[in-house]
């Protein structure tokens, strides 16, 4: 029995196959039907799809208040006793007795906030100097890079950590702002590299050669060229600045007000409980683990597919 | 008077613990309205550095250029580098040899057509894109206002190279300086990139320095040709007179490496042996003596002079190929 192919299907099945094959489809067209076959970018794209809109709809979601303890709670007060699963808490509580699950969906909230925030500030940053240095050359370039060398130098959490402790009275802005400037040195050599191969091409050269100010050189002919290596990094920083965050709140340095949840501050308040009730510790750690790990591969499959060097 | 007067223009390449290297030596050329110059020669001869220099496209630090670029009669070497940049696209245009790296790819055509007029011209972005589609028009795109949105891999290599004459020309600039500007095409669309070339300059009065390694373009478009060899015009010639009578040695080799459809079945092609890095400095001697296949003792050890030799004509060589004589048809 000869199985119905729909004429249409076949059609694109053979469109697919020759697409490799054409070269007059742009980068990004042919990057995005590399990408949307390929499962790591599809496990990534849908668990930050899933991210995104828990943390916005977290609100909602959620089936009790994150920072009322239960009414049970009061109950066996004196006990001092950890709330179990049971109806209406599928996670059961934490610490406080607040409900836990709730807290993990309301967490995720501080999460989005924190890694996009301080992935964009970082990014402006690293814009800003990238920019200067690509565009300038010569000693401007040499003092922005010396400056970069010096920040990379240092591991990055310990520069996160060192820029917070410098605030008296850390908050979660505190926490975006040190995630933050770890990663401008980041940005700052990928566009500043890439800017410098832009000014010897072909193109610069020609703009040149037809009077264009050196400004629309700079913004209309080699920034926009330049930009494509540091988008795709900065999914993959919003990795690094999501664990990092973690991290900081982990250590003591976020938001000491623990009626707004934090996934990592979370992790650091159940430290002494951990032998006895490990899910406290699990479920918040798995979040920040599968959340990061979102990122980083659509992040890599993103570079892998916008690379020349890398296509097929 | 010429509207472009290169008197011994010199490019030297200047690296730290480096030999200086001279890419470009005493060469004067000039080029009247209207008029079309070829510049000659293989890869490394200097060409394109001096096609540069007249831009004043070379980077600052680590090329000195020295000589004179008279513009009507204003030394261009002399100015400032924002009266540079006023002159570049409006008084100079130029045309560069691949058009695919050339475009801005992340810019629409039209912009980039845009950019120069609203640059140069002072129009408004409306009335330069009824311009910009009017110059794409003429430069033969077909359906010139939805090529204004596209980008420039949307169009094919000729398109792409169509599209650059235009904005080279988009000011109307009294000199075009293209450099090889076919050499990335099929000979299809050469033939047709320098036929749009040939009409646009008679067109627009527009002068035309022309460099190229092809002595097909020459033959085709120069009025007046430079052949070049490393870094010195070592042969200038009409053109009909370049093609039937080549002097130096360089040249009446470049002719005899070009397959003829009128040459004699079986005849072998004749290269030029060795290769540019086989040059000697011209300061001890002729600098294609050891490729030369007419050398003396003394092309090794003076340095020959450039000479007229009537008509016109420029040579610079000890023992220049004998004209041929023009066979007379025996009864």
Same mark, same amino acid.
């Given at each position: 029995m000869v199985t119905p192919t729909r004429k249409k299907d076949r059609i694109d099945a053979l469109a697919a196959s020759s697409a490799d094959f054409d070269a007059g489809v742009s980068l990004a067209v042919s990057a995005w039907r590399q990408l949307r076959r390929s499962p790591m970018f599809l496990t990534g794209a849908v668990i930050i799809g899933l991210f995104v809109l828990v943390s916005l709809l977290s609100p909602w979601l959620a089936p009790q208040d994150p920072s009322e303890p239960m009414l049970i709670d009061q109950v066996v007060k004196a006990r001092n006793e950890i709330p179990p699963i049971q109806p209406g808490h599928v996670l059961g509580g934490d610490l406080q007795g607040r409900d836990f699950f709730s807290r993990l969906l309301v967490g995720s909230q501080q999460t989005l906030i924190v890694g996009v925030l301080a992935t964009l500030i970082g990014l402006t940053g690293g814009l800003t100097l990238g920019t200067l240095a690509g565009a300038f050359g010569g000693w401007v370039d040499s003092a922005v890079m010396r400056v970069v060398d010096v920040m990379l130098s240092l591991p990055s959490l310990l520069l996160a950590f060192s820029i917070s402790a410098l605030f008296a009275r850390p908050n979660q802005y505190t926490v975006i702002v040190a995630v933050a400037v770890v990663q401008i040195p980041v940005f700052a050599r990928l566009l500043r590299g890439s800017m410098l191969a832009q000014r010897h091409s072909d193109h610069v050269l020609a703009a040149t050669a037809l009077g264009v100010k050196p400004g629309a050189i700079v913004f209309r002919h080699m920034l926009p060229n330049s930009l494509g290596p540091v988008i795709v990094q900065s999914t993959l920083v919003l990795a690094t600045a999501i664990i990092d965050a973690a991290a900081l709140s982990f250590l003591g340095l976020g938001n000491p007000d623990d009626r707004i949840p934090e996934w990592g501050q979370m992790l650091g308040d159940v430290q002494n409980v951990f032998d006895t009730h490990p899910q406290l510790a699990f479920w918040p750690a798995g979040c920040i683990i599968v959340v990061a790990l979102g990122f980083t591969l659509m992040g890599e499959t993103l570079r892998e597919a916008l690379d020349p060097k890398s296509r097929r | 008077m010429a509207l472009l007067e290169v008197r011994d223009l010199t490019v030297v390449f200047e690296r730290k613990g480096e030999q200086p290297f001279t890419a470009v030596d005493h060469v004067s050329f000039e080029v009247e309205p209207g008029q079309t110059v070829g510049l000659v020669g293989e890869s490394g001869c200097g060409k394109s550095v001096t096609s540069l220099a007249i831009m004043g496209? *070379?980077?600052? $630090?680590g090329a000195r250029v020295s000589g004179t670029v008279g513009y009507e009669g204003t030394n *261009?070497?002399? *100015?400032?580098d924002r009266e540079m940049r006023d002159r570049r696209g409006r008084d100079l245009g130029m045309v560069f040899q691949d058009p695919l790296s050339s475009l801005n790819p992340v810019v629409p055509i039209g912009v980039q057509v845009t950019e120069v007029l609203e640059r140069? $011209?002072?129009?408004?972005r409306k009335k330069a894109m009824v311009e910009a589609a009017d110059l794409l028009d003429k430069v033969g795109i077909p359906d010139p206002t939805r090529r204004l949105s596209e980008y420039p891999h949307q169009l094919s290599g000729g398109m792409r190279q169509r599209a650059l004459i235009a904005i080279a020309l988009a000011c109307r600039p009294r000199l075009l300086i293209a450099d090889e500007p076919t050499t990335a095409l099929d000979v299809t669309i050469q033939a047709q990139i320098l036929a749009l070339l040939k009409e646009l300059v008679r067109d627009m009065g527009t002068a035309l320095v022309m460099i190229t390694h092809d002595l097909g373009v020459v033959a085709g478009l120069c009025d007046e040709v430079n052949v070049l060899y490393a870094g010195r015009v070592v042969e200038k010639a009409e053109r009909h007179e370049l093609f039937a009578a080549p002097r130096h040695p360089y040249t009446h080799g470049l002719l005899s490496s070009i397959p003829r459809l009128d040459a004699p079945r079986g005849q072998k092609l004749s290269p030029i042996k060795g290769?540019?890095?086989?040059n000697i400095p011209w300061d001890h001697g002729c600098a294609f003596a050891p490729r030369c296949p007419n050398a003396l003792d003394v092309c090794v050890q003076v340095t020959p002079a450039q000479e007229?030799? =009537?008509? =016109?004509r420029l040579l610079r060589c000890h023992n220049p190929v004998r004209p041929p004589v023009v066979e007379e048809v025996s009864a």
């Open positions: - | 496209l *070379l980077p600052k $630090r *261009l070497l002399s *100015l400032s140069h $011209r002072d129009m408004s290769s540019v890095a086989d007229d030799i =009537g008509g =016109g």
